[in-house]
């Protein structure tokens, strides 16, 4: 069974840090597309960054490049999410994802996921000014 758990969230004041992490298991996701998305209140469901788990090409969202890093340690099956210089805005659902078609980054997972990508169940951050 594949599952992906992630952890980290919680509340932080404005200018704060915070480290989500997602544990996989049930599937190898070596050479795989991972990201991080977030969904606000009444907002649609957005990427903040993805990786290429084989070369470790990243792609990251304007919004929060120069903030936020993505990386991922294989030998754990742990993706992270480093989050620094939070704001109010960041306030939102962050979900860990995963696509099972191997080999990149397609524009589809990028946009928001697809019918082959696998999801966890969330972890909520708050930021408060």
């Known amino acids: 069974q594949v599952q992906l758990v992630e952890s980290g969230g919680g509340s932080v004041q404005a200018e704060g840090s915070l480290r989500l992490s997602c544990t996989t298991s049930?599937?190898?996701?070596?050479?795989?597309?991972m990201g991080w998305f977030r969904q606000a209140p009444e907002k649609e469901r957005v990427r903040v960054a993805a990786?290429?788990?084989?070369?470790?090409?990243?792609f990251t969202a304007d919004s929060v490049k120069g903030r936020f890093t993505i990386s991922r340690d294989n030998a754990k099956n742990t993706l992270y999410l480093q989050m620094n210089n939070l704001k109010p805005d960041d306030t939102a659902m962050y979900y860990c994802?995963?696509?099972?078609?191997?080999?990149?980054?397609?524009?589809?997972?990028?946009?928001?996921?697809?019918?082959?990508?696998?999801w966890g169940q969330g972890t909520h951050v708050t930021v408060s000014s």
């Open positions: 994802a995963a696509d099972r078609r191997a080999g990149w980054c397609t524009t589809e997972f990028l946009s928001g996921g697809s019918s082959t990508t696998d």
């Open positions: 049930g599937y190898t996701y070596f050479n795989h597309c």
């Open positions: 990786i290429m788990t084989g070369d470790g090409s990243t």
